[in-house]
Antibody, heavy 122, light 110 residues
Framework: QVQLVESGGGVVQAGTSLSLSCVASGFTFSTYSMHWVRQAPGKGLEWVAVISYDGGKKYYADSVRGRFTISRDNSKNTMYLQVNSLRADDTAVYYC???????????????WGQGTTVTVSS | QSALTQPASVSGSPGQSITISCTGTSSDIGGYNSVFWYQQHPGKAPKLMIY???NRPSGVSNRFSGSKSGNTASLTISGLQADDEADYYC??????????FGGGTKLTVL
């Protein structure tokens, strides 16, 4: 079945870095764009970034642009999020999600992982 | 990019219908049909309920429907059931090539 599994979260100090991973299975990863979405404790969903199916296009939310970097390795069916200069307001569950349509950017997600938790302590 | 505007909460009795609105601008909802709706139960990942304004993914009940008029999108749930109680989020593509979510609406089934 289609599955996304995130990892890499943890408790870190403000100002430090972390690398999140999302391993995909059950679909042709290389033909789907992928997103990162986060959710702070008790808050709503916040879109973080998207990467096109071929890795050629990357777009970020204003709140993370310049600090976060999205990437993917289609040979490993894996997407990454490098998060630098972490701040307390980056504390959240980070979800990876698959685009609903193939070979394009449609900005809608039909499959979500269970999330990985990042806690930034100051 | 400001979040789309949703009511914080709505409620209805079993069997009734409710509608959740999602208001944006001409730079997001009003300019594109890339409007999506998600359901999220506590402690769970979001689930896609409606894609591109009004389409239901396979497996989603036909009690869920979506529409759009101008800068406002709507999700209607008919024949409310206890399991519909959840948080609902709208989202839209924006002219900045980003995505914006609504603040979320908590649906209570009385």
């Amino acid at each position: 079945q289609v599955q996304l599994v995130e990892s890499g979260g943890g408790v870190v100090q403000a100002g430090t870095s972390l690398s999140l991973s999302c391993v995909a299975s059950g679909f042709t990863f290389s033909t789907y764009s992928m997103h990162w979405v986060r959710q702070a404790p008790g808050k709503g969903l916040e879109w973080v970034a998207v990467i096109s199916y071929d890795g050629g296009k990357k777009y970020y939310a204003d709140s993370v642009r310049g600090r976060f970097t999205i990437s993917r390795d289609n040979s490993k069916n894996t997407m990454y999020l490098q998060v630098n200069s972490l701040r307390a307001d980056d504390t959240a569950v980070y979800y990876c999600a698959k685009e609903w349509g193939s070979q394009g950017l449609y900005y809608g997600m039909d499959v979500w992982g269970q999330g990985t938790t990042v806690t930034v302590s100051s | 990019q400001s979040a789309l505007t949703q009511p914080a909460s709505v409620s209805g009795s079993p069997g009734q219908s409710i509608t959740i609105s999602c208001t944006g601008t001409s730079s997001d909802i009003g300019g594109y049909n890339s409007v999506f709706w998600y359901q999220q139960h506590p402690g769970k990942a979001p689930k896609l309920m409606i894609y591109e304004v009004k389409n239901r993914p396979s497996g989603v009940s036909n009690r869920f429907s979506g529409s759009k008029s101008g800068n406002t999108a709507s999700l209607t749930i008919s024949g409310l059931q206890a399991d519909d109680e959840a948080d609902y989020y709208c989202s839209s593509y924006t002219t900045s090539r980003t995505l914006v979510f609504g603040g979320g609406t908590k649906l209570t089934v009385l």
